[in-house]
């Protein structure tokens, strides 16, 4: 079964600042996709930003970025530029592209912003 | 808010009572998921529902009973819980394919159990 890790489970960044999150996950399949959802404190999860993993560009949106790693099994966020309101629950997820509809979750990384 | 709404928002209950939790999508998606977030650990997927009918349950103990009435609509049936069920449940909804569709989630059920 697939797996996803996500090995820090808080981090913090100045204002203004960079930070990237780490994930890595576990799967034999060739094709999927990945998620970075967030979820703000008392509301609800949102998406980030996704990754098909058949494309070799990384995706970016705004100041969101990933840096996707397919051989190393590697999907981690970019956040530059942050601002107070990206502080939150974020978590990585892998689907399938195939058969089910299960969506895999990390543990989630608990992002702190200092003004 | 998104288009997933979720009632209720809060739910202190003993493990004698039973209740339901009721999730309402307004996006025309035709899938619908029941997810288990505990503090630091991966949301658990419980059921999922794709047109309607039920495709996976992952083991989940029976004093959790999902319904489906309709696309729009999702409930989870609690019995005889035990303290270690507390935690926040959340609804998603999305399109069934392709699978690179994202879920939308609902605000969350906080639930107690004492």
Same mark, same amino acid.
């Given at each position: &079964? ?7 489970? !808080?981090?913090?960044?100045?204002? *203004? !600042? ?10 034999? !399949? ?18 980030? #930003?996704?990754?098909? &993993?058949?494309?070799?560009?990384? @995706?970016? !949106? ?8 397919? *051989? @190393? ?5 970019? #956040? ?6 990206? &502080? @939150? ?7 399938? *592209? ?8 990390? *543990? ?8 | ?10 739910? =202190? ?12 999508? +307004?996006?025309? +998606? ?17 059921? =999922? ?5 039920? =495709?996976?349950?992952?083991? =989940? ?11 729009? +609509?999702?409930?989870?049936?609690? +019995? ?8 926040? $449940? ?9 699978? $690179? ?14």
């Amino acid at each position: &079964a697939q797996t996803v890790t996500q090995s820090q489970p !808080e981090m913090s960044v100045q204002e *203004a !600042e960079t930070v990237t999150l780490s994930c890595t996950y576990d799967t034999s !399949e060739s094709d999927y996709y990945l998620f970075w959802y967030k979820q703000p404190p008392s509301r609800q999860m949102i998406l980030v #930003i996704r990754q098909e &993993a058949y494309k070799q560009q990384n @995706a970016t !949106e705004n100041r969101f970025s990933v840096n996707f790693q397919k *051989a @190393a099994k590697s999907f981690s966020l970019k #956040i530059s530029d942050s601002q107070l309101g990206d &502080a @939150a629950m974020y978590f990585c997820a892998y689907r399938s *592209a195939f058969g089910n509809n299960d969506m895999r979750f990390g *543990a989630g990384t608990r992002l702190t912003v200092k003004p | 808010e998104t288009g997933v709404t979720q009632t209720p928002r809060h739910l =202190v209950m003993g493990m004698t009572n039973k209740k339901s939790l009721k999730c309402e999508q +307004h996006l025309g +998606h035709n899938a619908m998921y029941w997810y288990k977030q505990s503090a630091k650990k991966p949301l658990e997927l419980m059921f =999922v529902y794709s047109l309607e009918e039920r =495709v996976e349950n992952n083991s =989940v103990p029976s004093r959790f009973s999902p319904e489906c009435p309709n696309s729009s +609509h999702l409930f989870l049936h609690l +019995h005889t819980l035990q303290p270690e069920d507390s935690a926040l $449940y959340l609804c998603a909804s999305s399109q069934d394919r392709p699978s $690179y569709n994202e879920q939308f989630f609902g605000p969350g059920t906080r639930l107690t159990v004492l």
